[in-house]
């Protein structure tokens, strides 16, 4: 019952990704993400053409590398790393222009501390965004106690949050 996102850090061929999709077609892959070194439209689209996998962008965004690979409706996912990106009226208007071509918005950390992440939380209510995002990294640090969430939560009141941070009740 295990959902997939393969992170392939433009480290494949397209020939490899094919083969990877031959040999985990059983499996539940939501999507790969940034699958090819140097992406392009036609590398895209031959990855696209040769198996069933969703596709993601996160690397290209942030280099600037994105546009055409959304407009030919090859890409199904994109993967923002906000802080890296920029503004939230930026981010808005991104994810406006995600909508156009029915890409969905995936937020990501960059590790960052327990304010930028909230930051980043914030970010994802005001966008209004469904789906899981990569934001609960927290669990791999330490930092003393001060978890605003725990690993096995399925939603976040922002009701008690202060800001960007916690006020917390001792």
Partial sequence: N????????????IEEVINLYNQLSSYQIEYIEEPVEKPTVDAISKIKKHTQFALALDESIINGNYDS???SNNIDYAILKAPLFGSIKKIMLFKSYLEKYNVSLILSSCLQSPIGNMSQIHIASAL????????????????????????????????????LGVKYDY
């Avoid at 106690?145 to 949050?161: A, F, R, T």
């Fill in 69 to 71: 690979m959304i407009t």
């Fill in 2 to 13: 295990t959902v997939f996102r393969l992170d392939l850090n433009q480290a494949y061929t």
């Fill in 128 to 163: 209004e965004l469904d789906g899981d995002h990569g934001l609960n990294n927290h669990v791999f640090f330490d930092y003393l106690g001060g978890i605003p969430y725990e690993i096995d939560s399925l939603s976040i009141n922002l009701n008690h949050l202060v800001g």
